[in-house]
Protein backbone atom coordinates (compact mmCIF):
# COMPACT_ATOMS: atom_id res chain seq x y z
CA UNK A 1 0.00 0.00 0.00
CA UNK A 2 0.74 3.58 -0.75
CA UNK A 3 2.34 6.21 1.72
CA UNK A 4 -0.77 8.22 0.89
CA UNK A 5 -3.13 5.03 1.05
CA UNK A 6 -1.39 4.17 4.39
CA UNK A 7 -1.89 7.60 5.68
CA UNK A 8 -5.51 7.79 5.08
CA UNK A 9 -6.17 4.47 6.49
CA UNK A 10 -4.86 5.14 9.71
CA UNK A 11 -7.14 8.93 9.88
CA UNK A 12 -9.64 6.44 8.91
CA UNK A 13 -9.20 3.94 11.55
CA UNK A 14 -8.33 6.39 14.37
CA UNK A 15 -11.67 8.42 13.39
CA UNK A 16 -9.25 11.70 12.80
CA UNK A 17 -10.93 11.59 8.75
CA UNK A 18 -12.44 14.86 8.55
CA UNK A 19 -15.09 13.98 6.17
CA UNK A 20 -17.61 15.09 4.04
CA UNK A 21 -21.19 14.14 2.21
CA UNK A 22 -22.15 16.26 -0.77
CA UNK A 23 -25.84 16.55 -1.06
CA UNK A 24 -28.02 16.05 2.09
CA UNK A 25 -31.55 14.54 1.17
CA UNK A 26 -32.66 11.22 1.75
CA UNK A 27 -29.62 9.36 0.96
CA UNK A 28 -26.48 11.96 1.99
CA UNK A 29 -28.28 13.31 5.57
CA UNK A 30 -28.85 9.69 7.30
CA UNK A 31 -25.47 8.68 5.81
CA UNK A 32 -23.65 12.23 7.33
CA UNK A 33 -25.50 10.96 10.61
CA UNK A 34 -24.27 7.53 10.77
CA UNK A 35 -20.51 8.80 9.47
CA UNK A 36 -20.73 11.49 12.57
CA UNK A 37 -22.16 8.98 15.29
CA UNK A 38 -18.96 6.85 14.11
CA UNK A 39 -16.75 9.21 15.44
CA UNK A 40 -15.66 11.49 12.27
CA UNK A 41 -15.89 15.24 12.23
CA UNK A 42 -18.18 15.38 9.09
CA UNK A 43 -19.37 17.94 7.37
CA UNK A 44 -22.29 18.28 5.08
CA UNK A 45 -22.50 20.33 1.82
CA UNK A 46 -25.85 21.31 -0.07
CA UNK A 47 -26.76 23.97 -2.67
CA UNK A 48 -30.40 24.78 -0.37
CA UNK A 49 -29.52 27.14 2.10
CA UNK A 50 -32.65 25.45 4.30
CA UNK A 51 -31.28 22.23 4.48
CA UNK A 52 -27.74 23.53 5.83
CA UNK A 53 -29.93 26.32 8.16
CA UNK A 54 -31.87 23.37 10.02
CA UNK A 55 -28.48 21.07 10.13
CA UNK A 56 -26.97 23.37 12.16
CA UNK A 57 -29.98 24.48 13.76
CA UNK A 58 -30.37 20.51 14.83
CA UNK A 59 -32.96 19.81 13.25
CA UNK A 60 -33.70 17.24 10.68
CA UNK A 61 -35.72 16.90 7.49
CA UNK A 62 -35.66 13.67 6.76
CA UNK A 63 -38.28 11.41 8.60
CA UNK A 64 -35.96 8.89 9.23
CA UNK A 65 -33.44 10.69 11.27
CA UNK A 66 -34.62 11.63 14.31
CA UNK A 67 -34.25 14.90 15.11
CA UNK A 68 -32.44 14.02 18.26
CA UNK A 69 -29.42 12.30 16.21
CA UNK A 70 -28.99 15.48 14.31
CA UNK A 71 -29.10 18.25 17.37
CA UNK A 72 -26.79 16.04 19.77
CA UNK A 73 -24.47 15.56 16.87
CA UNK A 74 -24.57 19.35 16.04
CA UNK A 75 -24.08 20.40 19.65
CA UNK A 76 -21.00 17.67 20.20
CA UNK A 77 -19.45 19.51 17.00
CA UNK A 78 -19.09 16.21 15.37
CA UNK A 79 -21.47 17.42 12.68
CA UNK A 80 -21.82 20.98 10.37
CA UNK A 81 -23.23 22.09 6.82
CA UNK A 82 -22.27 24.57 4.53
CA UNK A 83 -22.82 25.69 1.72
CA UNK A 84 -19.45 26.44 0.96
CA UNK A 85 -17.07 24.15 -1.32
CA UNK A 86 -14.05 25.77 -0.03
CA UNK A 87 -14.40 23.36 2.70
CA UNK A 88 -13.23 20.57 0.57
CA UNK A 89 -9.97 21.87 0.90
CA UNK A 90 -9.85 20.16 4.63
CA UNK A 91 -11.43 16.90 3.79
CA UNK A 92 -9.89 13.91 3.77
CA UNK A 93 -13.03 12.01 1.75
CA UNK A 94 -15.97 12.93 0.29
CA UNK A 95 -19.23 11.10 -0.56
CA UNK A 96 -21.37 12.63 -3.64
CA UNK A 97 -25.25 11.99 -2.95
CA UNK A 98 -27.02 14.60 -5.75
CA UNK A 99 -29.66 13.64 -7.63
CA UNK A 100 -29.40 11.90 -10.63
CA UNK A 101 -33.25 12.65 -12.82
CA UNK A 102 -34.59 11.77 -15.95
CA UNK A 103 -34.52 14.51 -18.76
CA UNK A 104 -38.07 14.62 -20.43
CA UNK A 105 -36.18 12.48 -23.22
CA UNK A 106 -35.74 10.20 -20.57
CA UNK A 107 -32.14 10.62 -21.20
CA UNK A 108 -29.81 10.60 -17.88
CA UNK A 109 -29.45 14.36 -16.45
CA UNK A 110 -25.96 14.17 -15.41
CA UNK A 111 -25.89 17.73 -14.38
CA UNK A 112 -25.84 17.27 -10.70
CA UNK A 113 -23.00 15.12 -10.45
CA UNK A 114 -20.70 16.82 -13.45
CA UNK A 115 -21.81 20.36 -11.06
CA UNK A 116 -20.82 18.79 -7.46
CA UNK A 117 -17.41 17.13 -9.15
CA UNK A 118 -15.92 19.94 -10.83
CA UNK A 119 -16.76 21.96 -7.63
CA UNK A 120 -14.72 19.00 -5.84
CA UNK A 121 -12.40 19.38 -8.42
CA UNK A 122 -11.39 22.87 -7.21
CA UNK A 123 -10.07 22.05 -3.93
CA UNK A 124 -9.03 17.68 -4.66
CA UNK A 125 -6.19 17.30 -2.94
CA UNK A 126 -3.25 14.17 -3.01
CA UNK A 127 -4.65 11.53 -0.30
CA UNK A 128 -7.98 12.64 -0.71
CA UNK A 129 -10.76 9.71 -1.18
CA UNK A 130 -14.08 10.47 -3.64
CA UNK A 131 -17.17 8.15 -3.41
CA UNK A 132 -19.76 8.50 -5.47
CA UNK A 133 -23.19 6.87 -4.40
CA UNK A 134 -25.66 8.79 -6.74
CA UNK A 135 -27.75 6.06 -9.06
CA UNK A 136 -25.76 6.31 -12.17
CA UNK A 137 -25.49 4.23 -15.47
CA UNK A 138 -22.41 1.22 -15.95
CA UNK A 139 -19.31 3.50 -16.53
CA UNK A 140 -19.88 7.32 -14.87
CA UNK A 141 -17.58 6.70 -11.98
CA UNK A 142 -14.41 6.08 -14.35
CA UNK A 143 -15.61 7.57 -17.69
CA UNK A 144 -17.41 11.24 -16.42
CA UNK A 145 -16.00 11.21 -12.58
CA UNK A 146 -12.64 10.88 -13.37
CA UNK A 147 -11.38 12.41 -16.19
CA UNK A 148 -13.01 15.59 -14.40
CA UNK A 149 -11.34 14.92 -11.16
CA UNK A 150 -7.83 13.96 -13.41
CA UNK A 151 -8.17 17.41 -14.57
CA UNK A 152 -6.41 18.94 -11.55
CA UNK A 153 -3.27 16.96 -12.66
CA UNK A 154 -3.89 14.67 -9.91
CA UNK A 155 -4.15 10.72 -11.06
CA UNK A 156 -7.20 8.42 -9.50
CA UNK A 157 -5.60 5.23 -7.69
CA UNK A 158 -2.14 7.30 -7.25
CA UNK A 159 -2.80 10.63 -5.83
CA UNK A 160 -6.21 10.38 -4.88
CA UNK A 161 -8.85 7.48 -4.57
CA UNK A 162 -11.91 6.70 -6.36
CA UNK A 163 -14.78 4.44 -5.67
CA UNK A 164 -18.41 4.50 -6.65
CA UNK A 165 -20.60 2.53 -3.96
CA UNK A 166 -24.50 2.24 -4.41
CA UNK A 167 -26.84 3.25 -2.06
CA UNK A 168 -29.84 1.25 -0.70
CA UNK A 169 -31.92 3.20 1.53
CA UNK A 170 -35.55 2.88 1.93
CA UNK A 171 -37.55 5.57 2.77
CA UNK A 172 -39.89 4.60 5.44
CA UNK A 173 -38.23 1.25 6.44
CA UNK A 174 -37.78 0.97 10.09
CA UNK A 175 -36.08 -2.50 10.11
CA UNK A 176 -33.15 -1.71 7.25
CA UNK A 177 -31.47 1.61 6.95
CA UNK A 178 -28.38 2.97 6.39
CA UNK A 179 -26.01 1.23 9.19
CA UNK A 180 -27.48 -2.55 8.43
CA UNK A 181 -28.28 -2.92 4.72
CA UNK A 182 -25.11 -4.66 3.08
CA UNK A 183 -22.65 -2.03 1.15
CA UNK A 184 -21.44 -2.66 -2.17
CA UNK A 185 -18.21 -1.08 -2.93
CA UNK A 186 -16.16 -0.90 -6.29
CA UNK A 187 -13.01 0.97 -6.57
CA UNK A 188 -11.20 2.36 -9.25
CA UNK A 189 -8.00 0.35 -8.08
CA UNK A 190 -7.92 -2.70 -5.52
CA UNK A 191 -6.53 0.18 -3.23
CA UNK A 192 -9.22 2.31 -3.58
CA UNK A 193 -12.15 0.27 -2.58
CA UNK A 194 -10.26 -1.12 0.31
CA UNK A 195 -9.94 2.55 1.45
CA UNK A 196 -13.37 3.12 0.29
CA UNK A 197 -14.74 -0.07 2.02
CA UNK A 198 -12.65 0.85 5.33
CA UNK A 199 -14.40 3.85 5.54
CA UNK A 200 -18.13 2.59 4.96
CA UNK A 201 -16.98 -0.47 7.99
CA UNK A 202 -16.82 2.12 10.13
CA UNK A 203 -20.42 3.12 10.08
CA UNK A 204 -22.03 -0.16 8.28
CA UNK A 205 -22.05 -3.46 9.45
CA UNK A 206 -21.56 -5.33 6.04
CA UNK A 207 -19.87 -4.05 2.79
CA UNK A 208 -19.55 -5.94 -0.20
CA UNK A 209 -16.34 -5.52 -2.21
CA UNK A 210 -16.68 -5.99 -6.27
CA UNK A 211 -13.71 -5.59 -8.81
CA UNK A 212 -14.75 -2.28 -10.68
CA UNK A 213 -17.13 0.56 -10.13
CA UNK A 214 -18.40 -0.10 -13.34
CA UNK A 215 -19.79 -3.49 -11.39
CA UNK A 216 -21.02 -1.63 -8.72
CA UNK A 217 -23.16 0.89 -10.65
CA UNK A 218 -24.34 -2.27 -12.43
CA UNK A 219 -25.40 -3.94 -9.39
CA UNK A 220 -27.72 -1.47 -8.53
CA UNK A 221 -29.08 -0.72 -11.80
CA UNK A 222 -29.80 -4.29 -11.35
CA UNK A 223 -31.81 -4.30 -8.29
CA UNK A 224 -33.92 -1.27 -9.05
CA UNK A 225 -34.59 -3.46 -12.93
CA UNK A 226 -35.49 -5.98 -10.61
CA UNK A 227 -38.21 -4.47 -9.22
CA UNK A 228 -39.62 -2.64 -11.85
CA UNK A 229 -40.11 -5.63 -14.26
CA UNK A 230 -41.96 -7.86 -11.39
CA UNK A 231 -44.29 -4.94 -10.37
CA UNK A 232 -44.78 -4.73 -14.20
CA UNK A 233 -45.82 -8.43 -14.35
CA UNK A 234 -47.97 -8.03 -11.30
CA UNK A 235 -49.34 -4.98 -12.82
CA UNK A 236 -50.35 -6.79 -16.29
CA UNK A 237 -51.68 -9.63 -13.90
CA UNK A 238 -53.80 -7.50 -12.43
CA UNK A 239 -55.68 -5.95 -15.85
CA UNK A 240 -55.50 -9.60 -16.94
CA UNK A 241 -57.23 -10.57 -13.40
CA UNK A 242 -60.08 -7.74 -13.30
CA UNK A 243 -61.13 -9.39 -16.83
CA UNK A 244 -60.74 -12.98 -15.54
CA UNK A 245 -62.89 -11.72 -12.63
CA UNK A 246 -59.94 -13.26 -9.93
CA UNK A 247 -59.03 -10.87 -7.27
CA UNK A 248 -55.31 -10.32 -7.65
CA UNK A 249 -54.36 -9.86 -4.17
CA UNK A 250 -55.46 -13.35 -3.00
CA UNK A 251 -53.25 -14.81 -5.52
CA UNK A 252 -50.62 -12.69 -4.68
CA UNK A 253 -50.92 -13.50 -0.70
CA UNK A 254 -51.36 -17.36 -1.53
CA UNK A 255 -48.58 -17.56 -3.85
CA UNK A 256 -46.26 -16.08 -1.74
CA UNK A 257 -46.53 -19.04 0.88
CA UNK A 258 -44.12 -21.08 -1.39
CA UNK A 259 -41.00 -21.21 0.77
CA UNK A 260 -39.18 -20.90 -2.18
CA UNK A 261 -38.82 -19.33 -5.75
CA UNK A 262 -41.32 -17.00 -5.23
CA UNK A 263 -40.92 -12.92 -4.15
CA UNK A 264 -43.99 -11.05 -4.00
CA UNK A 265 -44.68 -7.98 -5.74
CA UNK A 266 -48.03 -5.80 -5.43
CA UNK A 267 -50.10 -3.81 -8.11
CA UNK A 268 -50.87 -0.28 -7.88
CA UNK A 269 -51.59 3.03 -9.77
CA UNK A 270 -48.02 2.99 -11.25
CA UNK A 271 -44.64 3.81 -10.23
CA UNK A 272 -43.31 6.36 -7.89
CA UNK A 273 -40.07 8.00 -5.90
CA UNK A 274 -36.68 8.69 -7.38
CA UNK A 275 -35.70 4.75 -8.25
CA UNK A 276 -37.78 2.40 -9.81
CA UNK A 277 -39.36 4.63 -12.32
CA UNK A 278 -35.96 6.39 -13.19
CA UNK A 279 -33.11 3.85 -12.82
CA UNK A 280 -34.08 1.57 -15.26
CA UNK A 281 -33.92 4.16 -17.94
CA UNK A 282 -30.32 4.92 -17.25
CA UNK A 283 -29.45 1.67 -18.06
CA UNK A 284 -31.35 1.17 -21.43
CA UNK A 285 -29.64 4.33 -22.26
CA UNK A 286 -26.42 3.10 -22.11
CA UNK A 287 -27.32 -0.30 -23.59
CA UNK A 288 -28.63 1.77 -27.02
CA UNK A 289 -24.91 3.28 -27.04
CA UNK A 290 -24.42 -0.33 -27.54
CA UNK A 291 -26.50 -1.22 -30.07
CA UNK A 292 -28.76 -3.43 -27.66
CA UNK A 293 -32.23 -2.77 -26.92
CA UNK A 294 -33.52 -3.87 -23.37
CA UNK A 295 -36.73 -5.17 -24.14
CA UNK A 296 -37.88 -5.85 -20.45
CA UNK A 297 -37.39 -2.32 -19.02
CA UNK A 298 -39.16 -0.99 -22.02
CA UNK A 299 -42.08 -2.78 -21.69
CA UNK A 300 -42.19 -2.63 -18.14
CA UNK A 301 -42.26 0.85 -17.90
CA UNK A 302 -45.01 0.49 -21.21
CA UNK A 303 -47.15 -1.18 -18.63
CA UNK A 304 -46.26 0.25 -15.46
CA UNK A 305 -46.90 3.91 -16.84
CA UNK A 306 -50.16 2.93 -18.33
CA UNK A 307 -51.39 2.10 -14.61
CA UNK A 308 -52.69 5.71 -13.83
CA UNK A 309 -54.65 6.37 -16.65
CA UNK A 310 -56.17 2.11 -15.95
CA UNK A 311 -57.15 4.08 -12.45
CA UNK A 312 -58.90 6.91 -14.25
CA UNK A 313 -60.67 4.03 -16.31
CA UNK A 314 -61.36 2.78 -13.50
CA UNK A 315 -62.93 5.84 -11.41
CA UNK A 316 -65.19 6.47 -14.81
CA UNK A 317 -66.37 2.59 -14.46
CA UNK A 318 -67.38 3.14 -10.60
CA UNK A 319 -69.13 6.75 -11.05
CA UNK A 320 -70.59 4.72 -14.14
CA UNK A 321 -72.37 2.39 -11.63
CA UNK A 322 -74.34 4.67 -10.15
CA UNK A 323 -75.20 6.71 -13.42
CA UNK A 324 -72.46 9.54 -12.99
CA UNK A 325 -69.97 11.02 -15.81
CA UNK A 326 -66.26 11.90 -14.78
CA UNK A 327 -67.13 15.35 -15.81
CA UNK A 328 -68.35 17.58 -13.11
CA UNK A 329 -67.84 14.48 -10.02
CA UNK A 330 -66.08 15.26 -7.29
CA UNK A 331 -63.26 12.72 -7.07
CA UNK A 332 -61.27 12.82 -3.71
CA UNK A 333 -57.46 10.91 -3.81
CA UNK A 334 -56.41 9.40 -0.20
CA UNK A 335 -52.42 9.61 -0.63
CA UNK A 336 -49.86 11.81 -2.82
CA UNK A 337 -46.75 10.44 -1.50
CA UNK A 338 -45.55 7.25 -3.87
CA UNK A 339 -45.54 4.94 -1.35
CA UNK A 340 -47.22 4.61 2.10
CA UNK A 341 -46.04 6.44 5.44
CA UNK A 342 -43.59 8.55 3.26
CA UNK A 343 -43.20 12.42 2.83
CA UNK A 344 -41.68 12.18 -0.65
CA UNK A 345 -44.47 12.58 -3.86
CA UNK A 346 -41.35 12.61 -6.41
CA UNK A 347 -42.57 10.73 -9.34
CA UNK A 348 -45.74 9.99 -7.46
CA UNK A 349 -48.30 8.17 -9.68
CA UNK A 350 -50.94 10.14 -7.68
CA UNK A 351 -50.29 12.85 -9.36
CA UNK A 352 -50.51 11.78 -12.88
CA UNK A 353 -53.84 10.45 -11.67
CA UNK A 354 -55.23 13.57 -10.48
CA UNK A 355 -54.29 15.52 -14.07
CA UNK A 356 -56.02 12.72 -15.95
CA UNK A 357 -58.97 13.15 -13.90
CA UNK A 358 -59.06 16.59 -14.30
CA UNK A 359 -58.38 16.86 -18.21
CA UNK A 360 -61.62 14.38 -17.94
CA UNK A 361 -63.50 17.21 -16.19
CA UNK A 362 -63.61 15.70 -12.21
CA UNK A 363 -62.91 17.75 -9.66
CA UNK A 364 -60.13 16.29 -8.17
CA UNK A 365 -59.16 17.19 -4.01
CA UNK A 366 -56.77 14.95 -2.25
CA UNK A 367 -56.17 14.03 1.58
CA UNK A 368 -52.46 13.51 2.64
CA UNK A 369 -50.93 14.98 5.63
CA UNK A 370 -47.34 13.61 4.43
CA UNK A 371 -47.78 16.03 1.60
CA UNK A 372 -49.69 19.02 3.04
CA UNK A 373 -48.81 21.00 -0.19
CA UNK A 374 -47.30 20.75 -2.94
CA UNK A 375 -45.85 23.96 -5.94
CA UNK A 376 -46.02 23.73 -9.23
CA UNK A 377 -43.35 22.03 -10.86
CA UNK A 378 -42.79 19.69 -13.65
CA UNK A 379 -45.85 20.80 -15.50
CA UNK A 380 -48.12 20.04 -12.70
CA UNK A 381 -50.14 22.59 -11.11
CA UNK A 382 -50.15 23.11 -7.25
CA UNK A 383 -52.06 21.36 -4.81
CA UNK A 384 -53.04 21.94 -1.25
CA UNK A 385 -54.30 18.89 0.88
CA UNK A 386 -57.94 18.83 2.36
CA UNK A 387 -57.28 17.43 5.80
CA UNK A 388 -58.60 13.92 6.20
CA UNK A 389 -61.85 14.66 8.29
CA UNK A 390 -62.70 17.64 6.47
CA UNK A 391 -62.76 16.16 3.25
CA UNK A 392 -65.01 13.22 4.66
CA UNK A 393 -67.61 16.06 6.20
CA UNK A 394 -67.46 18.19 2.88
CA UNK A 395 -68.40 15.22 0.60
CA UNK A 396 -67.48 13.95 -2.71
CA UNK A 397 -68.14 11.65 -5.92
CA UNK A 398 -65.70 8.74 -5.43
CA UNK A 399 -62.68 7.85 -2.87
CA UNK A 400 -59.46 6.85 -4.83
CA UNK A 401 -57.47 5.09 -2.33
CA UNK A 402 -53.90 6.30 -4.14
CA UNK A 403 -51.64 5.53 -1.16
CA UNK A 404 -51.88 3.19 1.37
CA UNK A 405 -50.85 5.24 4.27
CA UNK A 406 -51.20 3.10 7.83
CA UNK A 407 -52.25 6.28 9.60
CA UNK A 408 -55.71 6.60 7.15
CA UNK A 409 -58.87 5.73 9.20
CA UNK A 410 -60.31 2.81 7.06
CA UNK A 411 -63.35 2.36 9.03
CA UNK A 412 -64.55 6.04 8.92
CA UNK A 413 -63.70 6.26 4.90
CA UNK A 414 -65.25 3.00 4.34
CA UNK A 415 -68.47 4.09 6.06
CA UNK A 416 -68.37 7.59 4.94
CA UNK A 417 -67.56 7.52 1.19
CA UNK A 418 -70.20 6.94 -1.01
CA UNK A 419 -67.79 5.11 -4.04
CA UNK A 420 -64.15 3.87 -2.98
CA UNK A 421 -61.64 2.49 -5.48
CA UNK A 422 -58.83 0.94 -3.76
CA UNK A 423 -55.95 0.69 -6.16
CA UNK A 424 -53.56 -0.57 -3.13
CA UNK A 425 -55.80 -3.45 -1.39
CA UNK A 426 -55.74 -1.28 1.80
CA UNK A 427 -59.44 -2.26 2.61
CA UNK A 428 -58.16 -6.04 2.33
CA UNK A 429 -60.98 -8.23 3.28
CA UNK A 430 -63.43 -5.72 3.94
CA UNK A 431 -66.51 -6.05 2.76
CA UNK A 432 -69.32 -3.54 0.59
CA UNK A 433 -70.65 -3.36 -2.49
CA UNK A 434 -69.39 0.54 -3.30
CA UNK A 435 -65.81 -0.54 -3.20
CA UNK A 436 -64.10 -0.74 -6.23
CA UNK A 437 -60.95 -2.58 -6.08
CA UNK A 438 -58.05 -2.18 -8.87
N1 LIG B 1 -34.34 8.49 -2.24
C1 LIG B 1 -34.06 7.22 -2.33
O1 LIG B 1 -34.82 6.38 -1.85
C2 LIG B 1 -32.77 6.72 -3.00
C3 LIG B 1 -32.39 5.40 -2.78
C4 LIG B 1 -31.21 4.93 -3.35
C5 LIG B 1 -30.48 5.76 -4.17
N2 LIG B 1 -30.89 7.04 -4.42
C6 LIG B 1 -30.05 7.86 -5.30
O2 LIG B 1 -29.29 8.74 -4.49
C7 LIG B 1 -29.11 9.99 -5.15
C8 LIG B 1 -29.65 11.10 -4.28
O3 LIG B 1 -31.04 10.88 -4.07
P1 LIG B 1 -31.87 11.61 -2.93
O4 LIG B 1 -33.19 10.94 -2.90
O5 LIG B 1 -31.05 11.70 -1.69
O6 LIG B 1 -32.01 13.07 -3.59
P2 LIG B 1 -32.51 14.41 -2.85
O7 LIG B 1 -33.09 15.26 -3.91
O8 LIG B 1 -33.32 14.07 -1.64
O9 LIG B 1 -31.16 15.06 -2.31
C9 LIG B 1 -30.17 15.53 -3.16
C10 LIG B 1 -29.55 16.77 -2.54
O10 LIG B 1 -28.46 17.19 -3.35
C11 LIG B 1 -28.43 18.60 -3.34
N3 LIG B 1 -27.63 19.05 -4.49
C12 LIG B 1 -27.95 19.09 -5.79
N4 LIG B 1 -26.91 19.51 -6.52
C13 LIG B 1 -25.89 19.76 -5.66
C14 LIG B 1 -24.57 20.21 -5.80
N5 LIG B 1 -24.04 20.48 -7.01
N6 LIG B 1 -23.82 20.35 -4.68
C15 LIG B 1 -24.33 20.07 -3.47
N7 LIG B 1 -25.57 19.63 -3.27
C16 LIG B 1 -26.35 19.46 -4.35
C17 LIG B 1 -29.88 19.00 -3.37
O11 LIG B 1 -30.06 20.32 -2.89
C18 LIG B 1 -30.51 17.96 -2.44
O12 LIG B 1 -30.54 18.40 -1.10
C19 LIG B 1 -29.83 9.85 -6.49
O13 LIG B 1 -28.89 9.43 -7.46
C20 LIG B 1 -30.82 8.75 -6.24
O14 LIG B 1 -31.18 8.06 -7.42
C21 LIG B 1 -32.02 7.54 -3.82
Known sequence: MSTVAQELRRRIETRTARVGVVG????????????????FETVGLDLDPRKIAAINAGESYIPDVPTSDVHSLVASGKLRATTDYRTVADLDTVNICVPTPLRKTKDPDMSFVVSAVEAIAEHLHPGMLVILESTTYPGTTEELVQPLLERTG?????????????????????????RNVPKVVGG????????????YATAIETIVPVSSPRVAEMVKLLENTFRAVNIGL?????????????NVWEVIDAAKTKPFGFMPFYPGPGLGGHCIPIDPFYL???????G?????IELAGHINGGMPRYVVDRVGEALNSVAKPIKGSKVHLFGMAYKSDVTDYRESPAIDVADLLE??????????????SMPAEHGHKPRTEVPFDKALADGFDIAVITTAHKTFDYDT???????????RNALKGRPGSHIFRL
Not at 24 to 33: D, N, Q, R
Not at 292 to 296: A, H, L, M, Q
Not at 359 to 372: E, I, L
Not at 413 to 423: F, G, M, N
Open 24 to 39: LGYVGLPLAVELATAG
Open 284 to 290: SWKARQF
Open 234 to 246: VNELALMCRDLHI
Open 359 to 372: RRGAVVTYSDHFVP
Open 292 to 296: FESRF
Open 413 to 423: LVAKSPLILDT
Open 188 to 199: TTPECGALAGAL
Open 154 to 178: LVAGVDFFLAFSPERVDPGNATFQT
